[in-house]
């Protein structure tokens, strides 16, 4: 008798798993469990575990889908391709040396870095390092360095997003370690169209990795772009950016060629460390598997949001058909 209750236990835990195959179940960080049924083939509806995310076809100006696209959520250290366009249109010598100070500590979050005060470094090697391996330290000696020192860059850096018509964006460090930084992914959209026009912006967020002297150590140090898609060869990147806080979730977005077309891809408030990543190969799948056919309205839902999040919560989905 005891043996066939251990095989009844048995069969039913198999067939509870195989009845979950399919679903993306995790713990999201504002507490909420999340079951979200996920094509990964690419040949049905598109669905992403990222709270909010936008696809857009530049090449013909074309809104692939949305997904609360017009939420306002803190963005982290997307805030850095603001930060690089800021500095690059102020047309600062690249090669001038800059020293990390204690300044540029991060005390808020006291997050680590491998920038040890005292490490000096030319202001192009801080740019790719704010930019390919998302170095707050590298971030901040950038915004005091700039004329008028980090109240002025960050004047600048909003000063910029309304020049790109940023209407739902604001800026208040130049690290994305302030959760007051936000902007929607609509916004966003605008701010990596902008940013790919730089040519050392493109370079620095698609580097795979470089070696830098850092004070303290006898050996130069390997940092490496904090995107592991760069490294993946089947994927044409133009421009990439991640982006992490406890208030914004995980964050991507990147400027793609998929099917010989520029995508521009945004994921905000992806939860665990995979959810991202597992949404921007679903969403290059389904290109793929989609390309020119036209777009169709298939839905619009408002879906629940974390307590303090914007009261605009209208989701658009937009797919391919």
Known sequence: MRMRWILAG?????SMTIADYGYASSTHHHGKKHHARVSDDGMGPLKVGSSAALVFDEQDAKLLYAKNSTVTSPIASITKLMTAMVVLDAQLPMDENIAVEDADVDTLRNSSSRLAVGTVLSRGEMLRLALMSSE????????RT????????????NAKAAALDMKQSHFVDSTGLHSENVSTAEDLVKMVKAGAGYDRIREFTTTASHDVEVAGHRRSVEFRNTNVLVRNKQ???GLSKTGFINEAGRCLVMQVKIASRSVIIVLLDSFGKYTRISDATRIKKWVENNRGL???RVATISPQRP????TN???NLLALR
């Open 294 to 296: 036209r777009l169709a």
């Open 136 to 143: 707050n330290r590298a971030a901040a000696a950038l915004a």
């Open 307 to 310: 307590a303090g999040s914007s």
């Open 10 to 14: 048995t069969v039913l835990a198999m």
């Open 146 to 157: 700039y004329p008028g020192s980090t109240p002025a860059f960050v004047a600048a850096m």
């Open 235 to 237: 994927w044409d990147i």
């Open 313 to 315: 919560t209208n989701t």
